[in-house]
C-alpha cells in the first residue's frame, strides 16, 4: 500500500513538474513576441519629406524652392518609365512639364525628345535623373545645372546594372517669384484649392517658368 501511494505521489509531482516546464517555456516564447513602435524624427526642411504639417512658403528660402523647382523640372525633362501612356500624358498641355516651361520650351521638348522617350518606354526602358550641381555663374542669366542620367535596358530585374551617363549638363533661363500664381496662362483666375484637389501636381502652381534650354 505505502509503495503504491509513493508510486501515485511521484506521478503527481512528474506531472506537476512537466507543466511547470510547459508552462515557462510558453512563456518564455510569449516574452519574446514584442513589437516595435517606430518613432521617426525627420526636421526635413521639404512638406514632402516630412510626417508633421507642412511648413508655410514664406518661411523657406528662395533659393531653396527655386533649387527644387529646377531639378523638379529636369526630372520631367528627361525621366522614363516602361509605360507608354505616361509619355501620353507628359505630352498634354496641362502637364507638369508643359505648366513649368514656355511653349517655346515644351514644344522644343516634344520635337527632339518625346519620340525617342516614348520608344524607350515602348520597350520597357526605365531611366532614373539625379540632379546635381545648380549654379548661377556671375554676370549670366543661365543656371548651370548637372546630371546623371541611370537607364536600365532589361525589365522586371533587379540584378540588371543601369548605364550610366554622369556628369551631363544643360543651362536653363528661367522666370522665378516667390510665391503663388494666381492666373492661369490665359489670363484667367486660377484656383489652386481646386486644381491640388483634383490631383493638380504641386510644383506647377508656384511662380516658375523655365523660358530657355540649352542641352549640352
Known sequence: MKKATA??????????????????????????????????????????????????????????????LIKKFVHEYFYIIPDSNDMQRREKPDSALARMSDPSVFNEWKDKFAEDMENQ???????????GNIVLPPSSEYFQVTYDLLTWDIANDITAAPQIQKNKT?????????????????????DV??????????????KFRVVEVIVK
Open 121 to 131: 518606354a515602348a520597350q520597357n526602358i526605365m531611366r532614373r535623373v539625379i540632379v
Open 170 to 190: 544643360m543651362s536653363i533661363r528661367l522666370e522665378f517669384e516667390k510665391g503663388v500664381r494666381q492666373k492661369q496662362t490665359n489670363g484667367t483666375f486660377f
Open 7 to 68: 508510486f501515485l505521489f511521484g506521478m503527481i509531482l512528474l506531472v506537476i513538474a512537466t507543466g511547470i516546464v510547459v508552462i515557462g517555456g510558453k512563456t518564455f516564447d510569449i516574452s519574446r513576441n514584442f513589437s516595435v513602435n517606430s518613432v521617426i524624427f525627420q526636421p526635413a526642411d521639404l512638406s514632402r519629406d516630412r510626417i508633421e504639417k507642412p511648413i508655410p512658403l514664406h518661411v523657406l528660402s528662395d533659393d531653396l524652392i527655386r533649387n527644387n
Open 193 to 206: 484649392k481646386k486644381y491640388l484637389s483634383a490631383g493638380g501636381d504641386p510644383a506647377t502652381i508656384l
